[in-house]
C-alpha cells in the first residue's frame, strides 16, 4: 500500500465526536485522516454530522426565528413597540438556517485544512488488520484504502422509527424532516415528549400550528428534576402545547389531510389524532450502517452500540469508539469531551470525561438546564442534602427583560456542603448553567457560589441567590 495513505489516526465520521478527535490528534502531533459520507444538496461534502446538518445547529436557527415572530407577534407590544401586518416568510426562515449550517459545514473544512487533517468524503469500513495497522476502504467518487495506527469511530446516530410506520419526510416527519417543512402545518403531531419533540413543537407551535405531543410514558421530562419538569409543563401548557401522558400508540395510517394517529389514552380510552405532519421522536439509535463492523469482529451490545469500556476502547486493538454510537448521553459536547479524551489517550495522556458534570439543556422557551443528579435521584441514593431556590421573578435583569418565568435550584450535600446538582428553567439557562459546571468541576459549595460577587442586574444573580438560599439566606427573596 502507498504509504502516503499511511495515517496514526484516521477517524470514521465527521460529526461533533470525530472533527474534533481529528483536530485534538492532529495538534497532537499525529497524522491524521477522517472520513464523511455526508452529502450537501449537490452531493458535495457536509461535515459536522447530525448535530450540524439536522440536529443542534439548525434546530437552534429555527428556535431563535420563532422565538423572535413570537416575540414580534405576542410581546413587543409590551415594551411599546408595534408591528402591523407581521408575517412568517417560511422559505426565507429555511434559507437562512441552510447559509448558518453551511457557515458551519464550511468552518469544519477550514479547520481541516488548518490542521492539515486529510479529509475523505464517501464511507469509511474496516477491511482488515494487516501488517501496521487497520485497512479501512473508502467508498466515494474513488475507491481508496488507508492504513491506519489508530482508528476511532465516530458514525453517529439515526432517528428511531415507530414500528409500522417509517419516516417518509412527507407527513412522518424524522428530525430531518421535522427541520425543513415547507409552510406552517395546521395540526402537527408530534410523538415523544424528548428534548427534540419539545424543541420542534416549539417552533412549530410559535409558527401557528396547533401541537399536539403524544408521550407514552406517565410522568413528563422524568429525568428531569421534579419540580423544573412541573414548572416546564405549566409553561408549556399555558403556550398552547398539549401534552398527552401515558399513551399508547396502536396504530398510524395515513388519512384525508396527512396522518392519523389510533392511541390508547391513559385510562386506556381508545383516541385518534388527524394530523397534517407527524414528527416521530421516540429516541436514536446507533449507527454502525456500512461499517463492517462484524467483518473484523468490532463488538456491538444488544442494542446495536459499539461496546467500549471507560476509556472508549472496544475490543479491537487500538480500535476506538465514540459519541452517540457509543453508551451514554446522546450530546454533542459529549461526543465531542470523549473524542478529544481518545486521542489524548493515544498520546500517552491521562484524560477523564465525567458523565456527572456533563450539562444537559433544553432549548424550549424557558429554556431548560441541569447538571449533576436531580433531587428525585439523591433521595433514592438517600443522600442528605439541602435545596435553595430563587425564582427569575425576583431578579431584576429578568424583570427588565420581561421573562421571569422559572426559577434556579441548587442542591448540596447537607454535610459538606458540595454542590451535587444545579437546575435552571428559564431565560438563558443554557448559559447560566456554565457557572455550575465550572463550580461542580472544581467541587465548589453552594457557599462559593454564594460569596462570589455577580455583575448586577445579570440573570448570573439567580444562580447567587439561589447558592444562598441553600442556607436560607438569600437576600431578594
Ligand atoms: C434535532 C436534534 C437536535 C439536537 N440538538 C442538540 C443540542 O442542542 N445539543 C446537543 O448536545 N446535542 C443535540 N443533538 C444530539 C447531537 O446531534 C448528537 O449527540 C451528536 O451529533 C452526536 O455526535 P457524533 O459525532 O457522535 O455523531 P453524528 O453527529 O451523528 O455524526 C456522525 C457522522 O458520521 C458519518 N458516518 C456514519 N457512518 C459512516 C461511515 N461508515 N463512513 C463515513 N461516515 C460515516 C455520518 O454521515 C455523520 O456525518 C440533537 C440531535 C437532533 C437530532
Known amino acids: ?84 401586518n407581521l408575517a412568517i416568510d417560511v422559505a426565507k426562515m429555511m434559507a437562512r ?12 473544512v477550514y479547520l481541516f485544512k488548518k490542521n492539515k487533517i486529510a479529509f475523505f468524503h464517501g464511507r469509511g469500513s474496516f477491511m482488515k488488520k494487516g501488517e501496521g495497522g ?23 446516530s ?53 401541537v399536539t405531543i403524544l408521550e407514552a410514558l406517565p410522568t413528563f421530562l422524568g429525568a428531569v428534576d421534579t419540580q423544573i419538569a412541573t414548572e416546564a ?41 388527524d394530523c397534517d405532519k407527524l414528527i416521530v421522536s421516540i429516541g436514536r439509535v446507533p449507527n454502525t450502517i456500512g461499517l463492517d463492523a462484524e467483518k473484523v469482529g468490532l463488538a456491538l451490545d444488544e442494542r446495536g452500540f459499539v461496546t467500549v469500556d471507560g476509556d472508549c ?31 489524548e489517550r493515544i498520546a500517552g495522556q491521562k484524560p477523564h470525561v465525567d458523565f456527572n458534570t456533563v450539562p ?32 427569575f421573578m425576583a431578579n431584576g435583569r429578568a424583570r427588565a427583560l420581561g421573562d421571569t418565568t422559572g426559577l434556579v435550584k441548587v442542591l448540596a450535600d447537607a454535610k459538606s456542603d458540595e454542590i451535587l446538582g444545579v437546575h435552571v428553567i428559564g431565560p438563558m439557562a443554557s448559559e447560566l448553567i456554565s457557572e455550575a459546571v465550572v463550580a461542580m468541576e472544581f467541587r465548589a459549595s453552594s457557599e462559593d457560589i454564594g460569596r462570589i460577587c455577580h455583575a448586577h442586574p445579570s440573570l448570573s444573580e439567580a444562580m447567587k441567590e439561589a447558592s444562598l438560599a441553600v442556607d436560607k439566606r438569600a437576600l431578594n427573596f
Open 134 to 156: 487497520w485497512e479501512i476502504a473508502v467508498a466515494g467518487a474513488k475507491a481508496q484504502t488507508l492504513l491506519a495506527r489508530h482508528v476511532i469511530v465516530a458514525t453517529g
Open 1 to 84: 500500500m502507498a504509504t502516503s495513505n499511511a495515517y496514526d489516526v484516521v477517524v470514521i465520521g465527521a460529526g461533533p465526536g470525530g472533527y474534533i478527535a481529528a483536530i485534538r490528534a492532529a495538534q497532537l502531533g499525529f497524522s491524521t485522516a477522517c472520513i464523511d459520507e455526508w452529502k450537501n444538496d449537490k452531493g458535495g461534502p457536509a461535515p459536522g454530522g447530525t448535530c450540524t446538518n439536522i440536529g443542534c445547529i439548525p434546530s437552534k436557527a429555527l428556535l431563535q426565528s420563532s422565538e423572535n415572530y413570537e416575540d414580534a407577534g405576542h410581546h413587543f407590544a409590551d415594551h411599546g413597540i408595534v408591528l402591523a
Open 360 to 391: 444537559w439543556v433544553i432549548y424550549t422557551s424557558p429554556e431548560i438546564a441541569w447538571v449533576g443528579q436531580t433531587e428525585q435521584q439523591l433521595r433514592a441514593a438517600g443522600r442528605a442534602f439541602r435545596a435553595g431556590t430563587f425564582p
Open 313 to 343: 476502547r472496544t475490543n479491537l486493538e487500538n480500535v476506538w469508539a465514540i459519541g452517540d454510537v457509543v453508551r451514554g448521553p446522546m450530546l454533542a459536547h459529549k461526543a465531542e469531551e470523549e473524542g478529544v479524551a481518545v486521542t
Open 158 to 210: 439515526n432517528p428511531r422509527a415507530l414500528p409500522g410506520a417509517p419516516f417518509d419526510e412527507k407527513s412522518i416527519l424524522s428530525n430531518d424532516g421535522a427541520l425543513a417543512i415547507a409552510e406552517v402545518p395546521k395540526t402537527l403531531g408530534i410523538v415523544g415528549s424528548g428534548v427534540i419533540g419539545l424543541e420542534m413543537g416549539s417552533v412549530w407551535r410559535r409558527l401557528g400550528a396547533d
Open 97 to 108: 438556517k441552510k447559509t448558518v449550517v453551511k457557515q458551519n459545514n464550511d468552518g469544519i
Open 233 to 273: 409543563h405549566k409553561a408549556f401548557t399555558r403556550q398552547g402545547l398539549k401534552i398527552v401522558l401515558g399513551v399508547n400508540i396502536t396504530d398510524v395510517a395515513a388519512g384525508a389531510s396527512g396522518v392519523v394517529v389510533s392511541y390508547d389514552d391513559a385510562a386506556g380510552t381508545a383516541q385518534t389524532l
